[in-house]
């Protein structure tokens, strides 16, 4: 953990991210950014509700109870949005732990072609 007496060499090896999802989470919140689905203050505003939301709300420790008020940030603006609805989101979610629960350890997860194009996401007119 960083805290306000870290010394600068303490950081250099250390990792952005606890992990690899936490910066994906990161990575798409930025992307849908920067194509105009949000602006940074509408972000900002969905975090801070998704925080106070959170049953850790006050305890959050920035690892993955931190990263689950975020996605559920994100779900929240995408559904306000009509991006994606919260079934669309949900039939997703258990592709991809179908994927990944079927996936041999150490290859690479996969989400069934099929079920992407038949997911008739409604991304309207923006493209995310």
């Known amino acids: 953990m960083i805290t306000p007496t870290t010394r600068w060499h303490e950081t ?3 990792k952005p991210f606890a992990a690899p999802w936490h910066g994906a989470a990161f990575a798409l ?3 849908l950014h920067e194509r105009g689905i949000f602006s940074w203050p ?3 505003d969905a975090l801070a509700a998704a925080l106070r939301e959170d049953k850790n709300a006050g305890h959050l420790d ?3 109870d931190y990263y689950n008020a975020w996605l559920n940030a994100l779900q929240r603006l995408l559904q306000d949005r009509d991006i ?3 079934t669309e989101v949900q039939q997703m979610m258990q592709a991809w732990r179908t994927a990944y629960l079927n996936t041999p350890h150490g290859a690479p997860v996969q989400l069934d072609p099929l079920h992407s194009e038949s997911s008739g996401s409604k991304t309207g007119d923006h493209q995310v």
């Open 12 to 14: 250099v090896n250390r």
């Open 84 to 86: 994606a609805a919260g």
């Open 42 to 44: 509408e972000w900002a």
């Open 29 to 31: 919140t930025v992307h």
């Open 62 to 64: 920035g690892s993955d």
